[in-house]
């Protein structure tokens, strides 16, 4: 550094500053190879029925294993590849590979895909989604989109656009992390979702949360009255399940019942998870 200049030096260099660049650089240089290359897979995390432990379905979560970093978290390079655009092309893949391997499971089984904020409002998602269906032969109403609140805040008029086109293709539709985006009341009536995932954020701890009890029990008697499914995200005790009040209309997806599974693990699931299965139906129906 330069003496004498002060702050107010333009070309005053943090070398901290420059391996953070420079690491972000290489990061988003790999993260294009790994999509170039096919290198991502996806985990399939569980959600059932608690009503009678029956499987609903799974939802896809991206991974990416790098041979230097080893497993980057998907909140992280999720995140750089909306800033970068790669989103497009990772969000495509994501969803062609998601149906092409739900093809083979059981047919009462569905499939939910996150797709975010970029990719809804950039791409072109209602193709994207018509070719996986297309190119896999997946039964449409066997596929879910999962949006978060935020894309329907900016431009209402085109995301209730490109909602009714995902409609009218016979998918489901989902809003994930609900209650965390800038909830309003009236995206469930204004848009055509089928379905709300409770973040975690509510269902941690829960029992011990008064306030959060009131507004997750509220949310899940509104959600029945307007005819759209709830599913709780993160559960991990059976206490927070209890603070739920044990509705059998629920679906559940968290820890609890299990963590989400590689490609190679689902078809063992239905046998692995019996037992829970079974105990979590049996503490709803004697809760009745
Ligand atoms: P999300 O869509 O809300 O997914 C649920 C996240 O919560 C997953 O994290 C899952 O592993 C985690 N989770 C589930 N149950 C529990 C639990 O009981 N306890 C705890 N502590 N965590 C639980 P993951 O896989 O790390 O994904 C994080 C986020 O990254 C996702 O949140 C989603 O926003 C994004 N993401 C993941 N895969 C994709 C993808 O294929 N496309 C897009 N656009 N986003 C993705
Ligand atoms: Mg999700
Ligand atoms: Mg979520
Ligand atoms: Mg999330």
């Known amino acids: 550094r330069a003496k004498g200049q002060g702050r107010n030096q333009v070309c005053d260099f943090d070398p901290k500053l420059g391996m953070m660049m420079q690491e972000r650089r290489m990061l988003e240089a790999d993260l294009a190879l790994a999509i170039e290359d096919d290198l991502l897979t996806l985990n399939y995390q569980p959600q059932v029925r608690l009503g009678d432990g029956s499987i609903a379905g799974f939802e896809a979560l991206v ?44 047919n009462d089984r569905r499939v939910a895909v996150n797709v975010s ?12 989604v018509q070719r996986a269906l297309t190119n896999s032969g997946l039964d449409p109403a066997r596929l879910e989109i999962e949006i978060t609140e935020g894309v329907l805040i900016d431009d209402e008029a085109r995301a209730l656009k490109v909602l009714r086109g995902l409609k009218d293709l016979g998918v489901g539709l989902a809003i994930d992390d609900f209650g965390t985006g800038y909830s309003s009341l009236s995206y469930l009536r204004a848009f055509p979702f089928d379905k709300i995932k409770i973040d975690r954020s509510f269902i941690t701890g829960l029992q011990n949360d008064q306030e959060a009890q009131i507004i997750v029990r509220a949310t899940i008697a509104l959600a029945r009255d307007l005819n759209i499914a709830v599913v709780v995200e993160g559960v991990e005790e059976f206490d927070e399940l209890g603070a739920l009040g044990y509705q059998p209309d629920l ?21 692995a998870s019996k037992a829970i299965r079974a105990e979590m139906a049996t503490l709803v129906a004697s809760a009745r």
């Open 63 to 106: 991974r990416w294993h790098d041979d230097r970093r080893g497993a980057v978290a998907p909140a992280e390079f999720v995140q750089i590849a909306e800033e970068t655009g790669l989103i497009l092309k990772m969000g495509e893949w994501v969803l062609e590979t998601a149906c092409r391997e739900a093809v083979n499971w059981p």
């Open 117 to 128: 904020p970029a990719q809804f409002k950039q791409g072109n998602l209602v193709y994207s």
């Open 251 to 271: 679906v559940l997806q968290g820890y609890l019942l299990s963590r989400p599974l590689t490609r190679g693990l689902i078809s063992g699931f239905d046998e």
